[in-house]
């Protein structure tokens, strides 16, 4: 449920960036923890460090966190790749964000969505980049147009 940089290792990258999937995972979660089958304690695990970037970082996405409800979730961007730190690097604005995209070196990029007073968190979507990669799912699925 987490957030672990250092548990991704393998994690295979899929054309769409795997939002359905982490989409129907984050809603199964809410939904077992809104009947009570997991607590507050188990959904609420932002490492320190993840609630530190999203509080520095993060980027409102206008909805409400699902389990407070009180505060409104931001996006994080973590990037991974060769001559990055291996816990990833976590991009502070999108012209930032635009020079990994561009880089020749290919990176995978991972988005979470965070609630920095609850440390609700989840990964959202993520997508290859770099190494004139076209990223498909760079841009959440809500806001992609239809073609
Ligand atoms: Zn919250």
């Not at 989409?23 to 997991?38: D, P």
């Not at 320190?48 to 909805?63: M, W, Y």
């Not at 979470?112 to 979507?125: A, F, K, Q, Y």
Request: include cysteine.
């Amino acid at each position: 449920m987490s957030f672990r940089p250092g548990a991704l290792d393998g994690l295979q990258t899929s054309p769409t960036g795997g939002q359905v999937e982490y989409l129907l995972a984050r809603n199964s979660v809410i939904r077992e923890f809104r009947k009570g089958r997991l607590s507050r304690l188990d959904v609420c695990d932002a490492h320190p460090e993840l609630i530190r970037a999203a509080t520095n970082l993060g980027r409102p996405i206008g909805d409400p966190c699902p389990i407070c409800e009180e505060s409104e979730l931001v996006e994080v961007t973590f990037v991974f790749g060769a001559k990055l730190p291996a816990g990833g690097l976590c991009v502070a604005t999108q012209t930032e964000l635009g020079r990994y995209w561009r880089r020749k070196e290919p990176v995978v990029c991972y988005v979470i969505e965070v609630c920095s007073d609850c440390r609700w968190n989840h990964l959202t979507r993520m997508y290859p980049a770099g190494a004139g990669v076209d990223a498909v799912a760079r841009k959440p699925m809500r806001s992609r147009k239809k073609s």
